[in-house]
C-alpha cells in the first residue's frame, strides 16, 4: 500500500494531527513527528492473536512510522508492559493497538505505524 | 496555535483489586475492535494530555495493573508522583477500609510530602451500594483529599477527578516547579485567587 504523500509535511513532519482510528484520539499534534521507515513487526490489530503464544504470531510487517523522541511527545499513548525488550503502543483511551511500536534499547525511539492511525 | 506545556506530572492510581482503576482510564468501550492486545499484556503506564487553565499538562499515569494484588507494588512505583488518586469500590465496604492501608504505604514510600491526593468513590450506577457519599467525603476531609465519585461505565466524574486533581497539584508550586525546567513555559503570574478546586470543572468529554 503506498502511503498518502499529503501527510508530509516538506520538512518531514507529520502535516496532520494523528488519530486512534477506533476512538479518535488524538496521539501526535501536527507537525511533532517525522516520518521513518523501518521494518518492525506489529501483532495484527484487530484479531484475536495470542502473544503469549510466541511461536503462532499473528503480526503484520510495517514500514512507514511517525517517529518522535519523547514519550512526553505525545498528546495521549499508552504503552504496554514489556513484551521481551519492546513496549507496544496502543490508544490511551481506547487502548486499541498494536499502533507502535518502543525498544528499550532504544530509550529515545518512539514508532507510531501510519497505517494503524487515522490521520485528521 | 499549540497551547503551552505547562508541566509534566506523575500521577499514580491505587486502590484494592477489582475496585476499575483500569477503566477508570478507559474513555471508551465498545466492541467495534478488540482490545485484546492491552488485556493480554496490560498497560504499564498511559501519557495523557490535559488542559487547566489554558494551559496543557501531560500527565504520565500509572496503573497498578493488577501488581497490587501480590503486594508487591515497589518503591520506584511510588518514586516522584504529584498527585495519587485512591480508588475504591461503593458496593464493596472491604475497598474502603482498606483505604487506610493504601495510605500508609503512600506515606511510606512517597517521596514528597504534598503529593496531592484524590480518593475516588467507583461504581456508582451499580445499585448495591454499601458505601454512602458521606463516608467518603468524610474519610476524604479527615485525610484532606480531594472526593469524587464516579462511574467508569457512564464516564461520569472521571474527566472530572483528572482536572480536578492537576488544578491541585498546579496550586502547590512547590509539587512542580522544580519538573518543569527544561519543559516548555512556565505559567505566568496565574497563581492565587482561585480558591477552595473542589467541584465546578466537571467538563464531560
Known sequence: MRMDETLVSADGKNSRAVLCQRCGCRVLSVGTATLAKRELLLPSMKKKSSLADESNPDTELLVEHWLVHDMFTFENVGFTKDVGNVKFLVCADCEVGPIGWHSLEEKSNFYVALQRVRHE | ?205
Not at chain 2, 124 to 133: A, F, G, H
Open chain 2, 1 to 205: 496555535m499549540e497551547e503551552d506545556i505547562l508541566t509534566t506530572l506523575k500521577i499514580l492510581i491505587i486502590g484494592e483489586s477489582g475496585v476499575g482503576k483500569s477503566s477508570l482510564l478507559l474513555r471508551f468501550t465498545d466492541d467495534t475492535f478488540d482490545p485484546e492486545l492491552a488485556a493480554t499484556i496490560g498497560v504499564d503506564f498511559k501519557v495523557k494530555t490535559i488542559s487547566v487553565d489554558g494551559n496543557k499538562a501531560k500527565l504520565a499515569i500509572w496503573d497498578t495493573a493488577g501488581q497490587e494484588r501480590f503486594r508487591t507494588l515497589t518503591p520506584s512505583y511510588y518514586r516522584g508522583a504529584q498527585g495519587v488518586i485512591l480508588v475504591y469500590d461503593v458496593t464493596r465496604r472491604d475497598t474502603f477500609v482498606k483505604l487506610d492501608n493504601w495510605l500508609n504505604e503512600l506515606e511510606t514510600y512517597c517521596t514528597r510530602n504534598d503529593i496531592v491526593k484524590m480518593l475516588v468513590g467507583n461504581k456508582i450506577d451499580k445499585d448495591n451500594r454499601e458505601v454512602d457519599r458521606n463516608e467518603g467525603l468524610k474519610f476524604a476531609r479527615k485525610h484532606s483529599m480531594l472526593f469524587i465519585e464516579a462511574s467508569a461505565k457512564t464516564r461520569d466524574g472521571v474527566q472530572c477527578a483528572f482536572e480536578e486533581l492537576v488544578e491541585k497539584i498546579i496550586q502547590t508550586p512547590g509539587l512542580w516547579e522544580s519538573e518543569s525546567h527544561n519543559r516548555g513555559v512556565r505559567l505566568s503570574d496565574e497563581e492565587g485567587g482561585r480558591g477552595g478546586s473542589c467541584g465546578g470543572y466537571c467538563s464531560m468529554l
